[in-house]
């Protein structure tokens, strides 16, 4: 009993603990190590526009992107808060299961000096900590992502989900019925050439519903008393696909590549896996020899024969035989 109660303790934590490449693990969700950032004095409203270096408002244009896989332009009669009204937007839907979504533009030169922003309109429902939406860039076209999370200045990341690499920063849950509009202020990538990326990543259970966006916006600003940006705390690579091809750029395999940080958690649990069965096995060989032992003993007591007890007297005096 013993041994059997131990096989089904090292089976569950085969199947618990152990997650499989590429597969975001069904856990819960722990809190990340957030790193404080300053946010900095000037917003785009107290800064005027001089280039707008990107601009997809309101028209879902394919052209302005390198990568639109999974994601799709959609009809939608809506007016945003600032009272823009807009008739398409992207949509990536988030119920197919285990996969990661892309929406990458193509290149963009940033200029040398003054303040540049980057600003989208978006509203999500998804599974909250399993599935969820991030933006990432790529400043050297596309061996290295940087996640865009320490440039937020308004509407950035409200949650965090669960992946193989940890908890990661992302938009995950219900944002309600309305459109919000996040805004960064990437001011410190001066004079570098840059794809923004669109992310939806879903886990292998619970589909959930999907990621809206639109008017996307990039442009450069001259701002009052500009002061200069952090540095990026959060410089890491993209969640890895699964299930869909890697969009970076000169990739010649065309396909993501994905490793487990599970090796520690396999290795232990196919362990005791092994030792289970093996002392399964002999309680068995054990269990075996014992009843073939008793089956033996008892076939030789059930087939002795009863010795007769009449004129038998002591085997030193014996009785004596009857006269005849």
Not at 304 to 318: F, Q
Request: with cysteine.
């Amino acid at each position: 009993m013993l041994s059997l109660l131990f096989l089904v303790l090292s089976l569950q934590t085969v199947f618990a603990d152990v997650s499989l490449p590429g597969v975001i693990a069904e856990r819960p969700t722990p809190q990340p190590n957030w790193h404080p950032r300053e946010v900095p004095s000037q917003t785009p409203e107290s800064c005027e526009t001089s280039t707008v270096l990107f601009s997809d408002l309101n028209s879902a244009n394919q052209n302005l992107y390198n990568t639109t896989r999974n994601w799709r332009a959609i009809d939608l009669s809506e007016i945003l808060a600032d009272g823009t009204a807009i008739t398409k937007t992207w949509f990536v839907d988030a119920s197919p299961l285990n996969t990661t979504a892309y929406l990458m533009s193509t290149p963009i030169t940033l200029p040398s000096e003054g303040s540049i922003f980057f600003s989208f309109w978006h509203k999500y429902d998804t599974e909250r900590g399993y599935d969820g939406a991030m933006v990432y860039y790529t400043s050297d076209g596309g061996q290295t992502w940087h996640d865009m999370d320490s440039f937020f200045i308004r509407n950035g990341y409200d949650f965090q989900m669960f992946t193989q690499r940890g908890a990661l920063p992302a938009f995950s849950g219900n944002s309600g019925t309305s459109f919000n509009e996040t805004i960064a202020d990437i001011s410190t990538l001066h004079g570098q050439t840059i794809n923004f990326v669109f992310i939806m990543i879903t886990d292998f259970s619970i589909p959930s519903v999907g990621w809206w966006v639109n008017n996307i916006r990039l442009w450069a600003a001259t701002c009052p008393g500009q002061q200069p940006m952090p540095a990026d705390t959060y410089p890491t690579s993209p969640p890895p696909a699964t299930g869909n091809s890697n969009p970076h750029p000169g990739d010649s395999t065309g396909r993501p590549t994905t490793t487990s940080s599970n090796t520690a958690a396999t290795n232990l649990a196919v362990a005791a896996l092994i030792i289970s069965i093996l002392t399964s096995a002999f309680a068995i060989v054990m269990a075996i020899i014992g009843l073939s032992y008793f089956y033996t003993w008892r076939s030789r007591e059930v087939s002795k024969v009863a010795i007769p007890m009449t004129n038998i007297g002591s085997l030193e005096n014996p009785s004596p035989s009857p006269r005849s």
